[in-house]
């Protein structure tokens, strides 16, 4: 079975010449179908974000590297293909959360489904699915500011859940969490995990590289390991 995700011999190459940055430098990954669980782990400047924007067609590689996604090559395809892609395969969680200052949490999780198309009505009930399954079922009329950190990291991730992509990319997701929030949100994406998502969190702490299956640790633009936990 072709691979959800296979990089082959991906570069990203900053300043190229005497003083270039080589934020990915021959990288190669395989993610399986069936939902895995994966950490990317890597100190600041170990190209892990410059990575997770590859995987999430946020950015193209240098010529020469190869990324297939669900089967198809998405190294070279236009802004607007991207923008599909992202629309229809990947939701994202960040750390800044990302939220709308002016837009309830239904409303914002609510504005990636108007990409879709869908009608009004038919958004609605979908985010208020989606704000149901991360607990916020009675605070769907809250703007960010009347929530805390916690509860507007659970809206970020009923947006990106709310379309049913088959891929979480979650970005530092705990990173600005107190830890009873942090173990909130980790129980939210290992039941999403379960429920047969493939999700993928960058990030720089071994806690939470200890809570998945499998640990690819990225140093100097190279992935260095690549192993499953125990």
């Not at 609510?110 to 958004?123: A, D, V, W």
Request: aromatic letters at 4%; hydrophobic letters at 35%; charged letters at 25%.
């Amino acid at each position: 079975m072709e691979p959800l995700i296979r990089v082959k011999n991906m570069y990203k190459i900053y300043n190229p010449g005497e003083n270039e940055v080589r934020a990915l430098d021959d990288v190669s990954l395989e993610i399986n179908q069936g939902g895995e669980f994966i950490a990317i782990v890597g100190h600041s400047g170990s190209g892990k974000s410059t990575f997770m924007n590859m995987l999430g067609c946020l950015d193209t590689p240098d010529s020469g590297g190869e990324y297939f996604l669900d089967g198809k090559d998405v190294a070279n395809l236009s802004d607007n293909e991207l923008s599909d892609i992202r629309n229809h395969k990947i939701g994202f969680i960040f750390q800044g959360f990302n939220l709308i200052p002016n837009l309830d949490a239904l409303g914002n999780v609510e504005l990636p489904l108007i990409y879709r198309g869908l009608g009004k009505q038919q958004r609605k009930e979908i985010a208020g699915e989606a704000l149901s399954k991360v607990g916020l079922e009675n605070r769907m009329d809250h703007r960010p500011n009347q929530l805390s950190g916690g509860q507007q990291q659970r809206v970020a991730v009923a947006r990106a859940i709310a379309a049913q992509p088959p891929i979480i990319l979650a970005d530092e997701p705990t990173g600005n969490l107190d830890s009873k929030s942090t173990i909130e949100i980790m129980n939210i994406l290992k039941d999403l995990h379960k429920s047969g998502r493939t999700v993928i969190i960058i990030t720089h702490d071994d806690e939470i590289a200890n809570q998945v299956d499998r640990v690819v640790r990225i140093m100097d633009g190279k992935i260095v390991s690549d192993s499953v936990n125990q």
